[in-house]
């Protein structure tokens, strides 16, 4: 393994990357790369030697078969909402951030997809597509502020993956700026694609480690227009755990479904102004319960059954 340092971001590498994205988007100064050199994994802070901000496939395929060439590092940098380090520049290098591809492409209602680049936020796109009837499941924790491309790197889930899955199984195709510059498509935008190898899947969840993703296509559902909630509790932990697997077996399938340890909901309501949710001494935990579909009464005849469980 070469272990490549700040020194190899020498001046002429410097001058290679200005002409390429412009010297307004080349940063060397400590702050910038120390703001860029962490994302949410404890308090880890690996600045790179230098961040470069492209806009275009082109300017990504440039830059990595400079830094190919020369053997330098390429970390991919996204929202930096990550909790898996997969955005710290542990060799230094090149700190790719990828903040200005950030537009939605186009929303195919007809054949229910998008075409997105990955700087957009997940909440902004799901937002996006309701709009036009159209519904993207995956929900994780910090969707207003993780990005769709950190999604796909980490093959992000959520609430809803008990019912609808995670990132892996809304991807249909990805353009991906090789190490050598070389720009490929990896799928194809059609729900079935039996050619060939699975591209596509083995760069969902690879960490920026295979290449950078400059595009994403990615199925969408139509919307439901009812979705009920319900916050179910429960006086032993183990019996909530044991409620999980009596409601699969019962036939119904929720939308989401979240375990929550009493621990948790305590901190919650201590630091949430305005939380006011009672809760007595003896409860120890709570299932978190979603039903959604387009019938309420299905849905209430589903709950029903739910609260006998």
């Not at 490549?4 to 100064?29: H, P, Y």
């Not at 595009?215 to 019996?239: G, Q, R, S, Y």
Request: with cysteine; hydrophobic share 45%; charged share 20%.
């Amino acid at each position: 393994m070469i272990m490549i340092t700040t020194s190899q971001i020498t001046a002429q590498v410097l001058e290679k990357l200005s002409s390429i994205v412009g010297e307004s988007f080349v940063f060397t100064d400590l702050e910038t790369r120390k703001h860029y050199g962490h994302d949410e994994t404890e308090d880890f802070n690996f600045p790179p030697g230098v961040v470069v901000k492209p806009s275009t496939p082109d300017e990504v395929a440039a830059i990595l078969k400079m830094a190919n060439e020369e053997l330098i590092p390429v970390t991919a940098i996204g929202a930096r909402t990550g909790l898996s380090g997969g955005a710290l520049s542990i060799y230094e290098g090149i700190g790719l951030s990828m903040e200005r591809f950030n537009k939605i492409i186009h929303i195919d209602e007809q054949n229910l997809q998008v075409t997105v680049e990955p700087a957009v936020i997940t909440q902004v796109l799901r937002e996006s597509v309701a709009e036009k009837g159209l519904f993207y499941p995956p929900d994780p924790s910090s969707q207003g502020s993780c990005w769709i491309g950190g999604n796909v790197a980490e093959n992000a889930g959520g609430a809803r993956a008990v019912k609808y899955g995670v990132t892996k199984d809304y991807v249909l195709n990805l353009e991906v700026v090789l190490a050598n510059g070389e720009i490929i498509w990896t799928g194809a935008n059609t729900l079935k694609n039996s050619t060939g190898y699975n591209l596509t899947q083995l760069m969902v969840g690879s960490e920026g480690t295979l290449g950078i993703i400059t595009k994403i296509v990615m199925k969408l559902l139509p919307k439901n227009t009812h979705n009920i909630l319900m916050l179910v509790p429960f006086f032993k932990a183990d019996e909530a755990c044991e409620a999980v697997s009596a409601i699969f077996r019962a036939g119904i399938v929720p939308s989401a479904l979240e375990f929550l340890e009493r621990d948790a909901i305590d901190w919650a309501i201590r630091y949430i102004d305005g939380l006011n949710v009672p809760i007595g001494p003896e409860i120890k935990a709570h299932l978190l319960i979603e039903v959604d579909g387009n019938y309420p009464d299905i849905l209430f005849k589903k709950l029903r059954k739910l609260w006998e469980l």
